[in-house]
């Protein structure tokens, strides 16, 4: 289980957020320092700290979490341009809240390999 951070108090409505999506499992809301003109982070309520911290039992939730993302950047119209969903795990992949989130980026060319 991951520990307390300022992702599971936006789940539990502790800490404003502009949410875009919530259900049972899933809470979806815009990143407060956006690097791209659409940057939604999607999020487990479920405090798993990372992709590398997921277990076996995760696979329904980690699924979600992806279908989540995508019914998302529909409803932002990013399905017709394109969009990038990323997930960092750990110091060198960028990981700066240990609880587990996918980055929905979109709304502009993306570059690649990613700096
Ligand atoms: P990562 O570096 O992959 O762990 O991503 C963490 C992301 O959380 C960054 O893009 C931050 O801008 C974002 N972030 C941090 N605090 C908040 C917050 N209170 N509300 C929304 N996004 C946040």
Same mark, same amino acid.
């Not at 936006?10 to 003109?37: C, L, M, Q, Y």
């Not at 587990?100 to 060319?109: I, P």
């Given at each position: ?5 300022? !992702?599971?108090? =936006? ?7 502009? =949410?875009?999506?919530? #259900? #049972?499992? /899933?809470? *979806? !809301? +815009?990143?407060?320092?956006?690097? %791209?003109?659409?940057?939604?982070? /999607?999020?487990? @309520?479920? *405090? =798993? *700290? +990372?992709?590398? *911290? ?7 939730? $980690?699924? &979600? $979490?992806?279908?989540? %993302?995508? #019914?998302? %950047? @529909? &409803? ?7 969009? @990038? $969903? ?15 989130? /996918? ?13």
């Amino acid at each position: 289980m991951g520990e307390e951070t300022i !992702f599971s108090k =936006i789940a539990k409505g502790e800490i404003p957020a502009t =949410i875009v999506h919530e #259900d #049972d499992e /899933v809470v *979806a !809301f +815009r990143d407060i320092s956006p690097k %791209a003109p659409v940057h939604i982070l /999607v999020i487990p @309520r479920r *405090a =798993i *700290a +990372r992709i590398d *911290a997921a277990a076996p039992g995760d696979a329904g939730l $980690l699924g &979600r $979490l992806l279908l989540a %993302a995508r #019914d998302v %950047a @529909r &409803r932002e119209g990013l399905d017709k341009t394109g969009y @990038r $969903l990323v997930i960092n795990n750990g110091a060198d992949g960028g990981e700066t809240v240990p609880h587990l989130h /996918v980055h929905l980026l979109g709304g502009r060319a993306m570059g690649w390999p990613p700096g």
